[in-house]
């Protein structure tokens, strides 16, 4: 939900600063998710002033332009080339110096330049209105009636409007907030001062009989009905200042009627709807259900069957006109030619207008309300402020009286209040008057007050109270959490504030995602047999710790990597025709190491999490191909798993050595964190497996111990991505985190992230060569990116590419 800061001030005085009111709303239960700038004229018209025109002659080699000389109040006038057919000397005019930013009605933004045209010298622009976003006619120049000087800025002759808006996430029991007048009653009990209530019309008719006759069958599904017939209104554009309250919540207007019901919904919260009088055949308007599958064409020009609990407006003939509270019909609205009439303000069931919503997915700002509740209280008092606006922007009079049908006064909830209930759940006591100052500025009630308690009887625009725990809850948001004492015994300072690390809750939660990957979990024996690192040089049998009472030599020695009892795993498995694996291992290792400090050797114990992967990645079906496993199937593991912790700040290296046929090392600062890739076919002979291999070990230790930066949580930007596609040409050695580095430390504005969709090698691009066919995301947190914007940024990257890499562009 939007509110304009400017339209909440002309119902409570707020001279504080946006940002704590914004605070002051979100402590309350008004959480203020968002605040954006508003401007009437895009640009404020900042940087344009006014001028006179002191000379004005023709151009000697352009029939149509002239050459003129403007005051603008600075030391010397301005030359300028002017292109509009009423130009003349005299004129107080709106100029754009250099420099200045302009924003045309329609086109994107450009900044005046200093420029020759036809020879001759020009240092500005003498506006239009559709030059500056004034408006759409580009006939001629703006030609100003003022006194005020030259250099004046133009927007103090306009005085076109700025505005905050706040954006409020509004909880679905909160109906009554859903209006500028309803944050304002927030505002008054929080800030303690006067709401200033809109000015009502009294109803008064011409004596006339009352046009319009209005019957309601259901009462249940409209509690009250209220209505008021207009004749002789003029349909037409609304007033700037109508148009300009609208577009600052992101409404479109789009007539003086149509606009009024509008600003009075989200005035006060209660939706109206607007029928053309002669619409209304037998001038007779019916509150009623119709027949199941009764057709119904509605305003967007749907035909929708209605079901028999769809409570309808409709005329004397039972022709639906409307959706009770949801949706128009498109032969009732109104338009242009529009002379009478009849406004509706009632009163809907919830739960009628929720089913009937949620049958036809239909969410309109009237269904938004009525789903929720709305003031059963209000009908009148909106119509009456309606009926104010409508006389003064469509002309016109009120014709009969005020229709009202209201079987049933609905009256405030009574609920039975006692001071220890209030105490116990607020955590403090309170005095009884700072509480029954809170309830009356929330316009509650207060009766029968005693030593032990009282009676609230809370407003019928407050439908989510019904419970004492409700307006104890009333109570509480504005007195304020923070005010509420922690006393010693509600101290958490057995909380640390960097808590140790629970590994164990910390594996089980990777476990849970690798499982989820499609990965299972083994154990295997922490005893081998020391012919693994005998026969494989990577590693240094001097560093067996041995067994002194071994049962066998192939359980002899403690293992000093999880590499071997995985694959002995492996094979076990596809010996038995299991050839599709994806395994994980969370396990220690040990070795002897010298310590230098006593001059002996000692046993390490090392954390790891070592991952295999071998056979097709996925199982055939007739959906999905199968295909064998790849590196990158098993470097997506690993960047997930980094990501799992929040770990950015890293570095990978290719590596190539007598475990791997090839893979990487990742490192963080001076410390070896992981390696993985593809298993030399050596290693894999020594347990007889003849299938290509994939393997990880992680230093589980060291990645839990890695400082986790705090996660940010953003909004979701409002502005498109834009994709852009490139393919580079480089030498063979260049990895793709090279790329990756020099692109986005060379755009750091709008640059997103960067995938890599093909590489290619071949004869075509020279020995030594690869080409990557990259594609870079785009996005600006601010605004929608222009085609020029994204030029540039990329054109920067490229020549990073080249300049860094040696890289040249495939075209």
């Known amino acids: ?221 409209c509690p009250r009905y209220s209505g008021l017939t207009f004749e002789n209104i003029s349909i037409m554009e609304s007033p700037s200042w109508l148009q300009t309250r609208l577009r600052s919540i992101g409404l479109a207007p789009i007539n003086n009627l149509v606009d009024i019901t509008n600003f009075v919904m989200h005035e006060t919260g209660q939706p109206m709807h607007a029928f053309d009088g002669q619409a209304i055949r037998s001038n007779t308007v019916l509150v009623k259900t119709l027949k199941e599958g009764t057709p119904f064409v509605t305003l967007d020009e749907k035909e929708r069957k209605l079901k028999d609990f769809d409570l309808m407006i409709c005329d004397g003939e039972e022709n639906g006109m409307c959706i009770a509270g949801v949706f128009g019909g498109i032969k009732s609205g109104v338009t242009e030619k529009t002379t009478s009439v009849f406004l509706e303000s009632a009163c809907f069931s919830a739960d009628f207008v929720r089913k009937t919503a949620q049958h036809h997915g239909l969410k309109t700002d009237a269904s938004f309300r009525f789903e929720r509740g709305t003031d059963p209280n209000l009908t009148v008092t909106a119509l009456q402020r309606a009926a104010g606006l409508i006389l003064e922007l469509c002309g016109g009079e009120i014709v009969g009286d005020l229709i009202d049908i209201y079987p049933m006064v609905i009256k405030p909830c009574e609920i039975e209040m006692r001071f220890h209930h209030i105490d116990r759940l607020v955590g403090q006591v309170l005095p009884p008057e700072r509480i029954f100052k809170i309830l009356e500025d929330l316009d509650f009630q207060i009766e029968d007050k005693t030593s032990e308690g009282f009676k609230a009887l809370a407003p019928t625009y407050r439908v989510d109270v019904t419970r004492e725990a409700d307006v104890i809850e009333e109570i509480l948001r504005i007195y304020g959490f923070n005010n509420i004492e922690v006393l010693q015994h509600y101290g958490s300072s057995y909380m640390a504030e960097f808590p140790a690390i629970d590994q164990d809750r910390t594996r089980f939660g990777l476990a849970k995602m690798l499982a989820a990957d499609g990965f299972y979990e083994i154990y295997t024996n922490s005893l081998t047999k020391s012919d693994y690192t005998v026969d494989n040089p990577a590693f240094d049998a001097n560093r067996n710790i041995t067994i002194l009472n071994k049962l066998s030599e192939d359980l002899g020695v403690l293992r000093q990597t999880l590499l071997y009892a995985g694959l002995e795993s492996l094979a076990h498995n596809i010996n038995h025709k299991q050839t599709d694996l994806k395994m994980f291992e969370f396990g220690n290792t040990y070795k002897m190491v010298e310590d230098s400090n006593r001059g002996l050797d000692r046993y390490q114990e090392d954390s790891c999490l070592s991952l295999f992967m071998t056979g097709n990645n996925y199982q055939e079906s007739w959906t999905t191909q199968s295909r064998p496993v790849e590196f990158h199937d098993l470097s997506a593991v690993i960047r997930k798993i980094l990501e799992k912790f929040n770990l950015s700040a890293y570095n990978s290296m290719v590596m190539q050595n007598d475990i791997f046929q090839y893979g990487l090392s990742i490192t963080v600062p001076n410390k070896p964190l992981a390696r993985f890739g593809k298993l030399a076919s050596k290693v894999c002979a020594q347990v007889d497996i003849k299938q290509a291999v994939f393997y990880a070990e992680i230093d589980w230790g060291l990645l839990v111990m890695q400082p986790k930066d705090g996660i940010v949580y953003q909004e979701v930007s409002k502005f498109p991505e834009v994709r852009r596609d490139l393919s580079l040409v480089l030498d063979k050695h260049v990895s793709f985190s090279e790329i990756e580095k020099i692109a986005l430390s060379t755009e750091r504005n709008i640059l997103r992230r960067i995938n890599v969709f093909d590489v290619y090698e071949g004869e075509k691009i020279g020995k030594d060569k690869k080409a990557y066919a990259l594609c870079f995301i785009l996005q600006d947190k601010n605004k929608t990116l222009t085609d020029k914007i994204i030029d540039k940024c990329m054109t920067r990257v490229m020549r990073g590419f080249e300049q860094k890499l040696g890289a040249y562009i495939r075209t």
């Open 1 to 221: 939900m939007k509110i304009s800061l400017n339209w909440l001030k002309q119902y409570i005085a707020l001279d504080e600063p946006v940002k704590e009111i914004a605070d002051a709303l979100t402590m309350s239960g008004l959480e203020v998710e968002g605040l954006t700038d508003f401007e009437e004229v895009k640009g404020s018209l900042d940087g344009l002033v006014i001028g006179v025109v002191e000379t004005c002659e023709n151009h000697p080699q352009a029939d149509r332009l002239s050459l003129t000389t403007v005051d603008i109040g600075s030391d010397q006038s301005l030359s300028i080339v002017c292109g509009a057919p009423n130009v003349a000397q005299g004129q107080k005019v709106v100029v754009a110096p250099v420099g200045t930013v302009l924003y045309p009605t329609t086109g994107e933004p450009f900044k005046i330049k200093k420029t020759k045209i036809r020879g001759a010298v020009s240092e500005g622009m003498i506006c239009a209105e559709d030059e500056i976003g004034l408006g759409t006619n580009h006939h001629g120049i703006l030609v100003l009636e003022s006194d005020l000087p030259s250099g004046t800025p133009a927007n103090d002759f306009y005085r076109t409007e700025t505005d905050q808006v706040l954006e409020i996430g509004l909880t679905p029991n909160r109906t009554d907030a859903i209006s500028h007048l309803g944050v304002a009653r927030d505002l008054k009990a929080l800030l303690n001062r006067p709401i200033k209530w809109p000015p009502l019309e009294p109803l008064e008719n011409t004596g006339n009989s009352n046009p319009i006759q209005v019957s309601v069958e259901n009462y249940e599904a």
